[in-house]
């Protein structure tokens, strides 16, 4: 690596103005996987509660989310910063705390991230082996899938907005020709079912709104490109409605369909006994073998497009926290050309190598052999998936009640301009919500985790993610007594982020 110099002004920034808001609420999307979530979530939401009141359920967390958006959003025309949740609960809650959320946030993302690839690899290497009999290890695509997200990571954030926004909208064409199918077939009739309060408000209920929850993760990524788009002020707010809005009402229609066209009585059964191929299974009965066989490739570009929004998360946290000096200033460097976070970038991507490699070590080292006890094949899946992406959710569901409260915090002492709604009633509303719904995953996190009883992963994955924050909090109280200078600039990104960095630029093309 060489190491160049630059004018403060242009050193540790992000590209301008290069995306709007259609980009961004596609990328936001991107993240909540949309067809991953109707063939992976809803089936397993389904066979897990017993409930059928899952399309409800979308509807109600959206509802209550749009709350949250409306006190985000507001602060979103007031603070700038890649590192969103830290930059706004340092600054509505104080720093230390943010430092903390930082860590959180990290961590949260970074699992959210590498969870998927579990899941990816996983599909893949059944795909290979389903229609070419080809028998490869499921880590294997996961390598070669971080070589590619890392190159579109490493370059500019408009062309990842391109190759999401495509994937994104092939997935919502293949879900609703799903969607068509079954409402086409309804074995029992079309009905109100899962749409009716009393198919959701039963005991099950927690349990419904703890995994529905885990499909929105994503939609509050809009701030983490404030710096990148075009307005700041006005494309944050509207992409995270936007995002709301199509997320919460695409997927309680496409779960409604789902119980459509399997059938209210059987929805339950089907969705336990099949899992996440009763979509495929489905289409494979009721539409040529040409449509299932496109979903189902469809269904691993929908979460080759997660991994790339989160992983663009993650990079531009950690270019953040560099850009400030919370973590080591290299973290903040930028390419000259692309304005990408490369730093961070790569980080992510080495951050994802290491756990892979972990979890397919200690598979091996249980006698786990690719491609042949059931057991072992769904290892990626019960373990690497299921364990990080509901401990990333579990987290930032957290962060998010923090957020409420950050936002309260902020608009204390001056509303500038905006009415009670908006800095006071809503944020409190969705905090009380958030909170809640953060006690219910934590009521039921043995039942998200597949566990038929309480076990050491239990307790160990939530530390995971309470563990760095108390550090957080920790070290911007000793940030506070020996660096002053570079506390006062915690959480403020550009805004007040003027000492110069060092500017990082690899000596590879490409990198």
Not at 25 to 41: D, F, Y
């Amino acid at each position: 690596m060489t190491s160049t110099t630059t004018s403060p002004t242009p050193t540790g920034e992000l590209g301008h103005r290069r995306l709007g808001v259609p980009a961004i609420t596609l990328m936001i999307i991107a993240a909540s996987a949309p067809l991953t979530v109707v063939a992976g979530g809803v089936t397993t939401s389904f066979a897990v509660t017993g409930v059928i009141g899952v399309p409800l359920g979308f509807i109600v967390l959206a509802a209550a989310l749009a709350v949250f958006a409306v006190g985000y959003a507001a602060m979103s025309r007031f603070v700038t910063n890649a590192g969103a949740f830290y930059a706004y609960i340092a600054q509505g809650i104080g720093r230390p705390f943010g430092i903390g959320a930082s860590l959180v946030a990290l961590v949260a993302y970074n699992a959210m991230q590498v969870g998927i690839y579990g899941l990816f690899g996983f599909q893949v290497s059944m795909f290979l082996e389903a229609k070419f009999g080809i028998s490869s290890p499921w880590w294997l695509w996961i390598i070669l899938c971080i070589v590619v997200v890392g190159l579109l990571g490493v370059n500019r954030v408009d062309l990842s907005a391109k190759v999401l926004g495509t994937l994104v909208a092939l997935e919502f064409v293949a879900v609703l020709v799903f969607d068509l199918v079954a409402f086409s077939v309804a074995p029992e009739g079309v009905s109100s079912a899962g749409l009716n309060p009393s198919d959701l408000f039963v005991p099950g209920i927690g349990a419904v709104l703890a995994f529905g929850i885990a499909a929105f993760m994503g939609f509050e990524s809009a701030a983490i490109y404030g710096e990148e788009s075009k307005d700041p002020k006005r494309t944050v707010a509207r992409a995270t409605y936007a995002a709301v809005a199509i997320i919460g009402v695409f997927y309680a229609f496409s779960a409604w369909a789902f119980t459509i066209g399997i059938g209210p009585s059987q929805i339950v059964e089907q969705s336990a006994a099949s899992g996440p191929d009763l979509m495929f299974v489905f289409m494979n009965e009721h539409a040529p073998v040409i449509i299932s066989d496109i979903m189902q490739l469809l269904f691993l570009t929908s979460l080759f497009a997660a991994l790339q929004s989160f992983h663009n998360a993650v990079a531009r946290y950690l270019f953040s926290l560099g850009r400030e000096g919370v973590l080591h200033r290299s973290l903040g460097s930028v390419r000259a050309v692309s304005r990408a976070p490369w730093a961070g970038s790569v980080a992510q991507s080495a951050i994802a190598l290491v756990v892979t490699a972990g979890f397919a070590i200690a598979g091996e080292g249980m006698g786990l052999k690719a491609d042949f006890a059931p057991v072992e094949f769904l290892y990626p899946v019960l373990t690497m998936f299921t364990w990080l992406t509901n401990t990333g959710a579990m987290g930032l569901v957290l962060l998010m009640g923090f957020i409420a409260i950050a936002v309260i915090g902020f608009f204390r002492r001056d509303r500038r301009g905006l009415s009670a709604w908006s800095t006071l009633i809503a944020p409190a509303i969705s905090a009380v919500v958030l909170f809640a719904v953060f006690v219910l995953i934590v009521l039921n996190f043995d039942l998200l985790l597949g566990q038929a009883e309480t076990t050491a992963t239990t307790f160990v994955l939530p530390a995971i993610l309470i563990v760095p924050g108390i550090i957080g909090v920790v070290w911007g109280l000793v940030l506070r007594r020996r660096n002053p200078e570079l506390y006062s600039r915690v959480g403020h990104g550009i805004e007040e982020a003027e000492a110069a960095v060092v500017e990082v630029e690899p000596q590879r093309r490409g990198i």
